[in-house]
């Protein structure tokens, strides 16, 4: 990598070809023109760069032309040896074979005539130089090598071809995903759309979620990444150094903001008064919150109390009382999340879990096979499966990396992250892979210590979580709005504080709902906070609970200091590593407590929390007894949730999500 002056190299690869197509060319049609594309960042701007060499090629003199290879895990950004000697410590599966490349140059006559073509700037027939906000698509084909063609905006015709004949397209097409969010056009599998955000909301999401600290908008210049669906979850850490990194960002008022904010994420636009049957929550008298204690985990020996003879869970409820109470200890752990996520099923025998063990290890193989036995010629022609891999192999390199379970180069839980992730693309490919999901599989994994009883634990979370993950983000929307009706009766004047300032549907809440507070605590609060919610009490939707318990132990401070828009993003992600979760576990608890004493409860807050018993659907049934079935999570439609009356115009649906 390198960089003149404040032109940042950010990938080059040697040895790209344009066909010549004719005379008009001004070059002889059986020569390829060699050069070297670039991606560079000019000052915050990213641009697409090809030059030529000053050799052309003659196709007759090539021998053999290369081809795209890609790794399974590439533990750090080396390249070259040093790479295949990474990858050859950890016995990838996949060989690689290098492809004879021999070409022959001769000296391609000089011109004297260099044809300019003006588009916001100037570039000769040989030579390429657009900006990645210009691009409207890029074609990608296969020719025996590959080739792309890019179209701009503003411009009917196409660019030149650039023929990859040694290689390089694949890690090209992975650091443009930096810059900009490529989709698969539905009319043409070959064209991808692309689509850039504007130069305020282009600064990176995923460097935000792997920082706690807040840093200036030129750090993020020096490394933005694809603004794709898991980058939602640092949107609150982003919108906050994007909006304040210049002074007419900081005299940006507060609802052009927030219509910004809508542009980032576009799914969410969220117009409750649109939704038939909209029920508006008045100032309701809750009475005294109670005080509750927290009392001390469960340990093995209490654990085992619960064991039959042959092994069954007995006197179920009293035992997840005990873990919402108190959490496990972490010896009890790797048993019991298997219960509490629904892959052991309460009732089981220890004979009868063997045999389950057994069907479930087989059946996860299988679908691992899917994946490994995929030859690199088959993964060419498979775009979604290459971008799940590409992607996972991005995240596995950033994910707890400071744990001592996955840190290091050579690290075999990093391998585990990987192949379970992949194996879940195999298990649900309509979803496949999203960003984030890493972060749900790591603590899982962390406890199990093993790789197929994590896949299905957290195939299991998956199917709470799925519509988290979806492209409509359906489950996201539903969770702001049931957020946001329950603030409005437990403090409609911090509610409406939050709403002068634009805040009030709770945005920057995304990423605590997002992955479950995942980057809000510190690693072994998570494994509490996560183990208490999947015990289903003491309500249904209890993380919304532990929203609001984090959000009345900060009002105060945000009111007093009457804190706007950006403040309230900033407080709101400092918070990061700095919250107690006994002390959050105990507030929620008491909120809960607080709302079920109350008789003129609003209909819409029991089908939210599942505390009307004519509203309670199959979300909120017990597990106890059985486990829910192994299968690709459905997708409900999108409909009426907790918060909205049923329309006298429309079917009853309840949406309860995240039991």
């Known amino acids: 990598m390198a960089a003149d002056g404040l032109v940042k190299v950010i990938f080059e690869h040697e040895g790209v070809f344009i066909h010549p197509s004719s005379e008009e060319d001004g070059l002889e049609p059986d020569l390829l023109v060699s050069g070297t594309l ?11 760069e090809y030059r030529p060499l000053e050799d052309a090629v003659d196709p007759s003199n090539m021998l053999c032309a290369g081809k795209d290879s890609s790794s ?6 080396c390249s070259g040896a040093r790479s295949q000697q990474l990858l050859e410590a950890q016995q990838s599966y996949e060989t690689e074979w290098d492809m004879v490349n021999t070409v022959s140059f001769k000296k391609r006559p000089c011109s004297n005539t260099e044809v300019s073509v003006n588009h916001s700037h100037e570039r000769s027939r040989s030579t390429l130089t657009f900006a990645v906000s210009e691009l409207r698509s890029v074609t990608v084909k296969e020719e025996g090598w590959t080739f792309i063609v890019f179209r701009l905006k503003e411009s009917s015709a196409s660019l030149p071809a650039l023929h990859f004949h040694q290689g390089g397209s694949q890690e090209f097409l992975d650091c443009l995903r930096r810059f900009a969010l490529l989709c698969e056009s539905a009319d043409d599998e070959s064209c991808l759309l692309v689509s850039s955000p504007n130069k305020a909301l282009s600064q990176s999401f995923e460097n935000l979620l792997d920082d706690n600290s807040f840093g200036l908008v030129h750090k993020f210049k020096k490394d933005p990444y694809v603004t794709t669906l898991g980058g939602f979850s640092k949107v609150t850490n982003y919108i906050y150094d994007a909006f304040r990194g210049t002074e007419e960002q900081h005299q940006r008022p507060p609802e052009e903001v927030a219509d910004l904010l809508g542009e980032v994420i576009p799914v969410l636009d969220i117009n409750q008064q649109e939704e038939p049957g909209f029920e508006v929550i ?8 109670p005080q509750v204690a927290r009392s001390s985990p469960v340990s093995a020996d209490d654990w ?10 007995t006197d179920v409820p009293r035992l997840k009382q005990a873990i919402f109470k108190g959490g496990l200890s972490h010896a009890v752990r790797k048993e019991a999340w298997k219960f509490l996520l629904g892959y052991f099923p309460w009732d089981s025998t220890l004979e009868g879990r063997k045999v389950l063990h057994r069907a479930k290890t087989d059946e996860y193989f299988r679908m691992k096979l899917q994946w490994k036995s995929v030859s690199e010629e088959q993964e060419r022609r498979n775009s979604r499966l290459r971008d799940y891999r590409s992607l996972i192999e991005k995240d596995v390199n950033r994910t707890d990396r400071t744990n001592r379970f996955y840190e290091g180069m050579d690290n075999p839980g ?11 693309c195999m298990y649900d490919f309509d979803l496949g892979y999203v960003q984030g999901m890493s972060d749900l599989l790591s603590p899982i994994l962390f406890v199990m210590e093993n790789e197929v009883d994590a896949f299905w634990c957290f195939v299991s979370f998956m199917d709470q ?23 409005r009766l437990l403090d409609l004047a911090f509610w409406n504080y939050l709403e002068s300032q634009d805040s009030g549907y709770l945005y920057f809440c995304f990423r605590w709902l997002l992955i479950r507070f995942k980057r809000e605590l510190s690693f072994m609060d998570v494994l509490r906070l996560w183990e208490v919610m999947w015990t289903d009490l003491p309500c249904q939707n209890f993380h919304l609970l532990v929203c609001c318990a984090i959000l009345d132990s900060e009002k105060q401070k945000i009111m007093e200091e009457n804190y706007g828009f950006n403040e309230i993003l900033k407080h709101i992600n400092e918070l990061s590593m700095k919250l107690d979760v006994e002390e959050i576990l105990q507030k929620a608890e008491g909120i809960c407590l607080q709302i079920k004493s109350c008789k003129d409860l609003p209909r819409s807050i029991g089908v939210i929390l599942g505390l009307d018993a004519d509203a309670r659907g199959p979300a909120t049934a017990d597990r106890e007894g059985s486990a829910p079935p192994h299968r690709a999570p459905q997708r409900p439609d999108a409909c009426s949730n907790g918060l909205l009356r049923e329309s006298s115009s429309q079917q009853s649906c309840n949406v309860a999500f995240i039991s």
Not at 465 to 487: C, P, R, Y
């Open 38 to 48: 670039r991606i560079v960042d000019k000052d915050g701007e990213i641009t697409v």
């Open 72 to 77: 399974v895990m590439e533990w750090n950004q």
């Open 282 to 289: 008045t100032r309701i008298d809750l009475g005294t919150r």
């Open 304 to 313: 085992s109390k619960h064991l039959d003879p042959e092994g069954r869970m």
């Open 414 to 424: 990093l391998v585990l992250l990987h192949d379970i992730l992949m194996t879940y």
């Open 465 to 487: 979580m799925h519509q988290n993950f979806e492209e409509q983000m359906q489950g996201m929307k539903t969770q702001l709005i049931q957020l946001s009706t329950l603030l």
